[in-house]
């Protein structure tokens, strides 16, 4: 049900995400990558099925509304850790370093060719130990978000098929921080990188709370 990023074996992406498996790679090629796991699909599976078994799963279905799906939220946050999930998640916790930890979604559907979720899921920076089951909970309910099930609706996908997992990572105290991009997002221009970077933590920037500085780097001359 949960894996370290630090893992060897092959995970299938639609049990962990994107994010969790970029992650896992980049740490498996030897980049500094804080320490984490990621709590896979499975983990979640019986919260979902007691989701989809609730009156507002089906008054949801039958008219997919904010309000609607606010109630869904609200029955998603009801639940709990079971004593089958607490004892594998505190033994996953063991092994990580630090006090304060960043919470992310990385759901299989997040970007898929051709859409992209960024910033529709719930985040949490800044969490202690005691607060993970509370977040983890907190980024599992947001897949029931309005905005994400009616994106799902715009791009042709099967908002039925919600599925989830979800990264516990250690979170450093940042000096600074930011987006990198291998090409030129904004031209294409595939003989230049970009980054956008700020004082502090990223999230400012991929939150668009700031205007970045930005550099451009031609990646053939340096």
């Known amino acids: 049900m949960i894996y370290n990023l630090r893992t060897k074996e092959k995970v299938a992406v639609n049990k962990i995400g994107g994010k969790a498996n970029s992650l896992i790679a980049m740490t498996g090629a030897g980049f500094n990558v804080?320490?984490?796991?990621?709590?896979?699909?499975?983990?979640?599976e019986p919260w979902l099925d007691l989701v989809k078994k609730s009156n507002?799963?089906?008054?949801?279905?039958?008219?997919?509304?904010t309000e609607n799906c606010d109630a869904l939220i609200r029955k998603a946050n009801d639940v709990e850790f079971s004593s089958a999930q607490k004892k594998v998640f505190e033994k996953a916790m063991d092994g990580l370093k630090g006090e304060i930890f960043a919470?992310?979604?990385?759901?299989?559907?997040?970007?898929?060719?051709?859409?992209?979720?960024?910033?529709?899921?719930?985040?949490?920076?800044?969490?202690k130990k005691n607060e993970l089951e509370k977040n983890i909970i907190g980024a599992f309910s947001s897949m029931f978000d309005y905005r994400v099930i009616h994106y799902k609706q715009q791009n042709g996908l099967d908002y039925q098929n919600a599925d989830m997992a979800v990264v516990v990572q250690r979170q450093i105290a940042s000096d600074v921080s930011g987006?990198?991009?291998?090409?030129n997002p904004l031209n294409n221009d595939y003989d230049e990188a970009v980054i956008?970077?700020?004082?502090?933590?990223?999230?400012?920037?991929?939150?668009g709370v700031v205007t970045p500085d930005q550099f451009i780097?031609?990646?053939?001359n340096n």
């Open 34 to 44: 804080p320490e984490g796991i990621v709590l896979s699909t499975d983990f979640f």
């Open 56 to 65: 507002e799963w089906q008054i949801n279905s039958d008219e997919i509304a």
């Open 103 to 127: 919470v992310r979604s990385s759901s299989p559907q997040e970007d898929l060719a051709g859409t992209s979720f960024a910033g529709m899921y719930e985040t949490y920076l800044g969490v």
């Open 179 to 183: 987006v990198g991009f291998s090409l």
């Open 196 to 207: 956008n970077a700020n004082f502090g933590l990223g999230e400012s920037v991929v939150s």
């Open 217 to 220: 780097v031609n990646k053939v």
